[in-house]
T-cell receptor, first 111, second 115 residues
Framework: KQEVTQIPAALSVPEGENLVLNCSFT??????LQWFRQDPGKGLTSLLL?????REQTSGRLNASLDKSSGRSTLYIAASQPGDSATYLC??????????FGQGTRLTINP | GAVVSQHPSRVICKSGTSVKIECRSL??????MFWYRQFPKQSLMLMAT?????????EQGVEKDKFLINHASLTLSTLTVTSAHPEDSSFYIC???????????FGPGTRLTVL
């Protein structure tokens, strides 16, 4: 059974810092991996999707990497801003679009 | 980008009643939609896959007679929580993948509170 773990569970940093969120998964047989953002009491917004054949994806200040063989992904956020405060979830797609989510990292950017 | 809506956004009901939650894809057709449940400070857990024109498929441990799913059209799936109990209180979120794309679009969620 696939298990997805995110570390740390919570992170608080001052504005302007670069930071890395970690995601690990136990079964490397995945189709893709996605990073989502969830604001309190809201749905999910897709940030980046990495196919299993890809190593990384970039969108603006966000960069996500994937090492499928070791079961790891990282989300790098550059020059963090207070508006980046949210919970970040990673999810792996094992087929048929079924996503297995990690517990999330609750990020707080302090002005 | 693609939009998925859910209705209602919040619902409070008495124990024993049934509650229907709607999930709509507003600008694309979705033959498949997914229903997730999220308990406080926990992650999303897939409950079931809703298939247009056929029966839903449920994940292990999810009672199909309690969580009725109907995918009546290519833009609408409904989740009915039957005989709701306080332990069913949760945040229910649906998602839909536009055909041919890997990305899923998530609804804003429905907060269910059962008294």
């Amino acid at each position: 059974k696939q298990e997805v773990t995110q570390i740390p569970a919570a992170l608080s940093v001052p504005e302007g810092e670069n930071l890395v969120l970690n995601c690990s998964f136990t079964d490397s047989a995945i189709y893709n991996l996605q990073w989502f953002r969830q604001d309190p009491g809201k749905g999910l917004t897709s940030l980046l999707l990495i196919q299993s054949s890809q190593r990384e994806q970039t969108s603006g200040r966000l960069n996500a990497s994937l090492d499928k063989s070791s079961g790891r992904s990282t989300l790098y956020i550059a020059a963090s801003q207070p508006g980046d405060s949210a919970t970040y979830l990673c999810a792996v797609n094992q087929g048929a679009q079924k996503l297995v989510f990690g517990q999330g990292t609750r990020l707080t950017i302090n002005p | 980008g693609a939009v998925v809506s859910q209705h209602p956004s919040r619902v409070i009901c008495k124990s024993g009643t049934s509650v229907k939650i709607e999930c709509r894809s507003l600008d694309f057709q979705a033959t498949t939609m997914f229903w997730y449940r999220q308990f406080p400070k926990q992650s999303l857990m897939l409950m079931a896959t809703s298939n247009e024109g056929s029966k839903a498929t449920y994940e292990q441990g999810v009672e199909k007679d309690k969580f009725l799913i109907n995918h009546a059209s290519l833009t609408l799936s409904t989740l009915t929580v039957t005989s709701a109990h306080p332990e069913d209180s949760s945040f229910y979120i649906c998602s839909a993948p536009p055909g041919g794309y890997d990305t899923q679009y998530f609804g804003p969620g429905t907060r269910l509170t059962v008294l």
